[in-house]
């Protein structure tokens, strides 16, 4: 069965960076496109961005437009959510998710989720 993995959250000042990795294994990672999302407690999860299989596609939250970027690395099947310019409202757990885009196989997956906590 396949896995996803994350890393890279944590406590950040306003106004900082962080850089979140999100890591699969075990299945065909170039076939999914990959999502992050967050979720604040006593909030609904929010889309935060995606990226194609092939990487030639993205789009983002209206929220984070301009802070945030999503790459990946297909040879290291690890996808990217650099943070910059961080807010106190962005603070709360970050999943990665997979989900097919061609072939065969799972139809989706979760990662277990990175806590990011901006605060002064």
């Known amino acids: 069965q396949g896995q996803l993995v994350e890393s890279g959250g944590g406590l950040v000042q306003p106004g900082g960076s962080l850089r979140l990795s999100c890591t699969g294994s075990r299945f065909f990672f170039s076939n999914y496109r990959m999502t992050w999302y967050r979720q604040a407690p006593g909030k609904e999860r929010l889309l935060v961005a995606y990226i194609s299989g092939t990487g030639t596609s993205t789009d983002y939250a209206e929220v984070v437009k301009g802070r945030f970027s999503i790459s990946r690395d297909n040879a290291e099947k690890t996808v990217y959510l650099q943070m910059n310019s961080l807010k106190p409202e962005d603070t709360a757990m970050y999943y990665c998710?997979?989900?097919?885009?061609?072939?065969?196989?799972?139809?989706?997956?979760w990662g277990q989720g990175t806590q990011v906590t901006v605060s002064s």
């Open positions: 998710n997979a989900v097919l885009e061609r072939g065969l196989g799972v139809s989706a997956y």
